[in-house]
């Protein structure tokens, strides 16, 4: 048995932690102009709809990974803002960062930090599948957008480690 408050103060330690780690994210500017287009586009219609994947490469603890971005979320939180926008992450082949093949990438507020990822762990205490969150210091093409949350995708990958068969999800 848990107490919710020891697993926020838990979660709120996680991002003092010297465990945060940097990822920087370089997409060539002609395959960003997709992903700012993608956002416009969202603005407009108020929602997100069929984002374009592109290119870019990801340097993580001095290794080069090659991946496809793409704007990420539905609702306005994940793209109103001017950076720091949501995406979507796909390494190419298995490679993975943080454990991670297929992820996420969130504002801490994207997630409702810290609730939604004491809502995962009370979850996982519970013996059922939930998502699995890091943390990372976040750069895209130079620019540093600050600590965000990395959310790991449901996937093939995701299922092996949890042991359970592959299946719908």
Same mark, same amino acid.
């Given at each position: !048995? !848990?107490?919710?408050?020891?697993?926020?103060?838990?979660?709120?330690?996680?991002?003092?932690?010297?465990?945060?780690?940097?990822?920087?994210?370089?997409?060539?500017?002609?395959?960003?102009?997709?992903?700012?287009?993608?956002?416009?586009?969202?603005?407009?219609?108020?929602?997100?709809?069929?984002?374009?994947?592109?290119?870019?490469?990801?340097?993580?603890?001095?290794?080069?990974?090659?991946?496809?971005?793409?704007?990420?979320?539905?609702?306005?939180?994940?793209?109103?803002?001017?950076?720091?926008?949501?995406?979507?992450?796909?390494?190419? *082949?298995?490679?993975?960062?943080? *454990?991670?093949?297929? !992820?996420?990438?969130?504002?801490?507020?994207?997630?409702?930090?810290?609730?939604?990822?004491?809502?995962?762990?009370?979850?996982?205490?519970?013996?059922?599948?939930?998502?699995?969150?890091?943390?990372?210091?976040?750069?895209?093409?130079?620019?540093?957008?600050?600590?965000?949350?990395?959310?790991?995708?449901?996937?093939?990958?995701?299922?092996?480690?949890? *042991?359970?068969?592959?299946?719908?999800?």
């Amino acid at each position: !048995f !848990f107490i919710l408050p020891d697993i926020l103060g838990y979660k709120l330690t996680d991002l003092k932690s010297d465990r945060i780690k940097e990822i920087d994210i370089i997409i060539r500017f002609s395959n960003y102009e997709y992903i700012l287009k993608d956002r416009v586009s969202a603005i407009k219609r108020g929602y997100q709809e069929n984002p374009t994947e592109v290119e870019a490469e990801i340097n993580y603890e001095g290794k080069k990974y090659r991946a496809k971005v793409r704007l990420k979320g539905d609702l306005g939180d994940h793209w109103l803002a001017s950076s720091r926008h949501s995406m979507r992450v796909n390494l190419k *082949g298995d490679e993975t960062i943080l *454990g991670f093949n297929k !992820f996420s990438l969130h504002k801490l507020s994207s997630r409702r930090y810290p609730y939604d990822h004491a809502f995962q762990d009370s979850l996982r205490e519970g013996g059922n599948l939930a998502a699995v969150h890091n943390f990372a210091r976040i750069t895209v093409n130079g620019e540093d957008w600050g600590i965000m949350d990395i959310e790991e995708m449901i996937s093939k990958q995701f299922l092996e480690k949890e *042991g359970v068969k592959d299946s719908l999800v």
